[in-house]
């Protein structure tokens, strides 16, 4: 069963006198619980592909079906919900609150959702002890180190079970052993939770971690193969 259905995306910019075209008729079905890696250069539309999945960019042409919703035809505070019930996000660059400590940086998603502070700190606890960082709940997320960092981004990420999980360059601010501990965690999460996972990535280390990876070039699928 289809998680994500995008039939004939096409996404144009205009930049200065020239339109750009970023993606081309994609037409693309994602399963639950599949793990898929966008791969290309940059430039090639991965990220432009991502971005519409997540729902924080329209295509310009096309349809896009996510979990049963039309995203296309969503108001933006209806996809601000949507997004909030059914994704996590993963950035590379972590996307952490400085002000707020591990705790309350894992927690924000949740006080989005309206759960009460007992529902809110039972998830909160389990997550960070998933993740290997039950002591550093008070610690500011300064005080971490970069793996560290990106292992409360994935803690804030699942915190609400979401069906979806999006993951744009997870271990481009990482070195290669903090990085591979870090995909191994998220995909090791991941089939717990039962989600799907997107990886956009050009780093061949994090295709390992797909079962399916679609290769992107001037805006185009050029293969779509699974992996063992």
């Known amino acids: 069963m289809a998680l994500i259905s995008m039939r004939n995306i096409e996404k144009r910019y205009r930049l200065e006198m020239a339109d750009i075209q970023a993606l081309a008729d994609v037409s693309l079905d994602i399963g639950i619980g599949e793990r898929v890696c966008l791969m290309g250069p940059s430039g090639s539309g991965k990220s432009t592909l991502l971005n519409i999945i997540g729902c924080v960019d329209k295509a310009s042409a096309g349809r896009t079906i996510i979990d049963g919703e039309d995203t296309d035809s969503l108001s933006d505070s209806r996809l601000s919900d949507f997004r909030n019930r059914t994704m996590g996000f993963v950035f590379q660059s972590f ?71 999006i993951a744009d360059e997870p271990t481009a601010s ?7 501990a870090v995909l191994e965690l998220m995909v090791e999460m991941n089939g717990k939770a039962g989600s799907t996972l997107i990886f956009a990535t050009h780093d061949p280390t994090v295709a390992e971690f797909a079962s399916r990876i679609v290769t992107l070039s001037d805006g185009r699928v050029v293969a779509d193969r699974e992996v063992a």
């Open 95 to 165: 996307n952490l609150i400085p002000v707020l400590s591990v705790f309350e940086n894992v927690e924000y998603p949740l006080l989005l959702r309206r759960l009460d502070s007992r529902e809110r700190r039972r998830r909160v606890d389990e997550m960070l002890l998933k993740v290997g960082l039950a002591e550093y709940g008070r610690r500011s997320p300064e005080r971490l180190s970069g793996g560290q960092r990106q292992r409360v981004a994935i803690a804030r990420a699942l915190v609400t079970a979401p069906r979806l999980v």
């Open 174 to 180: 990482l070195d290669h052993t903090t990085g591979r």
